[in-house]
């Protein structure tokens, strides 16, 4: 009994070092900050309230990108990519960019080699900066062949470390639709007892995107690693009224038995979808193939 209590506290110092160390290398700031290599982007929780695009507006961002979302075939992924710490991650992201038009990534370290990557596969992209690491920028991003029309967040803090995780909402068009996709990418705060700080970040969420009454994909790691905590994403679920995957093999990322990172959609048709394992991240990414429902229009 005793080498047991001694065990789970030699556990709990070492874990309470290493966030001491993480702590000691990041800097916070009090505002969210966007980072995107797109020109205009929005800076609060209530811009996410799109207006409609008017006719002449949706023909000039049209023109302005190259390529546009295919509404028959939007290929979407979804990975916590572990800060690029894994081995390898670039050759994983190499190969998933190629493959997928929109991707939401957390944990993504905007520093060099990520950048470069993105560029070379033609990516839009936009983060919303979580915290600066070592003074590179950290946080959640959504990635996508065609560049946002919009992009707003938020950030919150863990209630017991302080450090933030953030959430950001992205709207794409699509080609011959006057439909906008919108795109939510969170990241779940993790360090808490109890449910009401993780309640409250989702309850933001929902109020970030419950006046799109269009498509929407809803996708992050939410730290689902309770039952409690599965509970309190399964009312958004129902609020928003969303759809769920189903896997023929369950390959995603658990805790304590729970899987934590999910897809959820709407007014989309599913077409396939499957998790790839990687041993470049502590997450396996999930991807799914979507077209949009006729009943969207």
């Keep these: 009994m005793l080498d047991r209590i001694s065990s789970g506290r030699n556990a709990s110092l070492i874990l309470l070092s290493v966030l001491l ?32 695009l008017t006719e002449n507006q949706a023909k000039n961002l049209l023109k302005q990108n190259s ?44 520093d060099e080699e990520l950048d470069v990557l993105l560029e070379q596969h033609g990516f839009g992209w936009t983060l919303n900066t979580a915290f600066y690491l070592n003074g590179e920028a950290a946080g959640v991003m959504n990635v996508a062949s065609t560049s946002s029309v919009h992009s707003c967040g938020f950030k919150v803090d863990e209630p017991l470390i302080r450090i933030p995780k953030a959430a950001l909402v992205s709207y794409y068009l ?6 906008k996709l919108l795109v939510a990418n969170i990241h779940g705060i993790n360090f808490t007892f109890g449910v009401s700080s993780y309640r409250e970040q989702l309850d933001k969420l929902y109020d970030a995107i419950k006046h799109h009454d269009g498509p929407m994909i809803v996708a992050g790691d939410f730290n689902t690693w309770s039952d409690g905590r599965m509970d309190v994403l399964d009312q958004l679920v129902k609020r928003l009224e969303l759809s769920r995957l189903e896997y023929s093999v369950n390959n995603k990322t658990h805790v304590f038995g729970n899987a934590i990172d999910h897809v959820f959609y709407r007014k989309l048709e599913l077409v396939s979808n499957k998790v790839f394992q990687v041993a470049s991240s502590d997450h396996n990414p999930i991807s799914v193939n979507f077209r949009l429902s006729s009943k969207a229009f």
Excluded: R
């Excluded at 702590?23 to 969210?32: A, F, I, P, T």
């Excluded at 992924?77 to 190969?95: M, T």
């Design 174 to 179: 699509m080609d011959g639709s006057d439909e």
């Design 67 to 110: 390529q546009v979302l295919d509404p028959d075939n939007i290929a979407f992924l979804n990975w916590n990519i572990y800060k690029g710490n894994g081995e390898n991650w670039q050759k994983d992201l190499s190969a998933f960019a190629k493959s997928h038009h929109v991707m939401t990534i957390q944990e993504a370290l905007l």
């Design 21 to 52: 160390v993480l702590v000691s290398c990041v800097s916070v700031g009090d505002k969210n900050q966007f980072i995107s290599n797109a020109s205009a982007v929005s800076h609060d929780l209530q811009s996410c309230e799109q207006a409609s």
